[in-house]
């Protein structure tokens, strides 16, 4: 058992803040000293002290000897891990990474249809052919939920030459797969599972929340430390067990997706908020969990507001769902007036606002969130187009896809033509079109009433979507 109650690379980062010397190396402000007004009154001094280089007190994040490596073997302890990484370009340098370090050209690999457009980009970079799945879908909550075993285990025996398998779990709503039963049918192939578990890292922390993918058996899994734990955003963790994957081979990946300038405010907080959960987890989740029962509670006297509840599938209680169609109004709407009034959720969608409740909220962010509930006016702004998760048919890989030659085209003469571009309603950032799918009437309806609800659009070139970019036809 390692020491949890130390915090090597915080240790050294204020050991480094406090040693006088003159600094001739970056960055540029030295440790503040340069800063202007402006820079002092919005981040104050005291960040700038820390925002130092790779000193030799301070390790090497890409070779850790030192304080990173002592650091990084306590959070795999913490989060149950062989071997844990610190990631500084967020969860999507780690599944890009994971994709590239167990996946080459032409390779197949099984994905979800509703994986983040992290995943999209790792096919592209290593060149790999998804397989795409469905997920689950619940049609009356217009919501997908996990990926069943059963599924995994029909796509494998489709495609014996599968050389790993990703998982999103949890969804962006909390849902949770069956990771046990899933990693005993893909470890019987002899491949990897690859969990994005970007919204699941207090899983490990409290037996109310569903069991971590790392229990479950995983072999990699990403985790973004700044979701729902402590860190500054843009930290993550990717984490190893097993010897499925070839770990030189993913260090070397990794050297590749992350910045080679890396920031230790980023490293130092993945320390700090290791430390805290190391040591105080269990009472911050019991916290949160009571801060979530409550809300929801609290809600169920509201009759015309439905709060999801997954009964096929494990789900975070921490993730609070609600659908307010039936206040003939959207998501999107809602979400504008609650922001207005000065509660703000993580995911407006067509039907459902989703709010994160973490270890940094207070029972009196719920009682506002309760009452900006209760005074949600309708808008008459309410829209029922029906929206799921449909095996892509595509036309190239995505990696061939997005080096091929293309034109822009009418948006309504699009149909029927391949896509050129990653576009996604952002937030969640899950690929409604991605490059080398097939358009459909389907999916032109979804992205133009949630643009019209108020949604924004990721990745369009014309931003009124009067046009797209589609692949060139051979003719």
């Known amino acids: 058992m390692l020491d949890q109650t130390c915090a090597p690379l ?9 040693r006088p010397h003159a600094a001739f190396y970056t960055p540029g402000h030295k440790q503040g000293q340069g800063i202007s007004s402006l820079h002092r009154g919005v981040f104050g001094d ?31 302890e913490a989060f149950g891990a062989e071997k844990t990484w610190f990631l500084i370009n967020g969860s999507t340098c780690g599944v890009e990474a994971a994709l590239l370090a167990t996946c080459g050209p032409d390779d197949r690999v099984i994905v979800p249809r509703n994986a983040h457009q992290s995943v999209l980009s790792g096919l592209i970079l290593s060149g790999a052919q998804p397989v795409w799945v469905a997920p689950t ?11 069943t075993a059963d599924e995994i285990a029909a796509t494998l025996q489709q495609y014996p030459d599968i050389k790993a398998v990703v998982v999103v779990s949890p969804t962006y709503e909390g849902v949770c797969s069956d990771i046990a039963a899933i990693s005993t049918i893909v470890h019987h192939h002899g491949i990897p599972l690859i969990v994005d578990a970007a919204h699941g890292p207090h899983f490990a922390f409290h037996p109310e929340l569903p069991p971590s993918a790392l229990s479950g058996g995983a072999d990699i899994v990403i985790h973004s430390a ?16 097993g010897e499925r994957c070839d770990r030189n081979h993913l260090n070397q990946a990794l050297r590749m997706t992350q910045s080679s300038s890396p920031s230790y405010l980023l490293l130092g907080s993945l320390d700090a908020a290791r430390h805290q959960m190391a040591n105080d987890g269990r009472a911050l989740m019991e916290y949160t969990l009571d801060l979530a029962h409550t809300a929801r509670r609290q809600l169920s006297w ?19 769902t609600v ?31 989703t709010f994160i409740i973490s270890l940094g909220n207070s029972m009196e962010d719920v009682e506002q969130l309760i009452q900006g509930l209760t005074q949600l006016p309708a808008t008459g702004a309410a829209k029922h187009a029906q929206s799921s998760w449909q095996t892509p048919v595509a036309g190239l890989s995505p990696r061939d896809a997005f080096f091929a030659s293309t034109e ?20 969640p950032g899950i690929p409604n079109l991605m490059p080398g799918e097939l358009i459909t009437k389907d999916v032109l309806t979804a992205l133009r009433v949630a643009q019209a609800s108020g949604a924004h659009l990721n990745g369009l070139v014309d931003p009124t979507l009067q046009t797209l970019r589609v692949l060139q036809t051979s003719d």
């Open 10 to 18: 915080v240790e050294a980062l204020r050991h480094c803040t406090h």
């Open 46 to 76: 005291d960040i700038f002290r820390v925002d130092l280089p790779e000193l030799p007190e301070l390790d090497d994040l890409f070779a850790p000897e030192s304080v990173i490596l002592a650091a990084q073997e306590l959070a795999a």
């Open 137 to 147: 879908y619940d049609p009356s909550w217009q919501l997908s939920l996990g990926i």
């Open 226 to 241: 700044h979701k729902v734990l402590a860190a500054f955003t843009q930290s993550a963790l990717l984490h190893v067990q």
């Open 302 to 320: 509201l009759p015309v507001l439905n709060v999801a509840e997954q009964r096929s599938f494990q789900q975070d209680l921490t993730r609070l």
């Open 323 to 353: 659908d307010v169609s039936a206040l003939d109004t959207t998501g999107f709407a809602a979400d504008t007036w609650l922001h207005e009034w000065g509660v703000t959720a993580e995911l407006p969608t067509t039907h459902q606002l």
């Open 408 to 427: 822009m085209c009418l948006v309504d003469d699009a149909v029927g033509r391949f896509s050129a571009d990653i576009i996604c309603i952002y937030p």
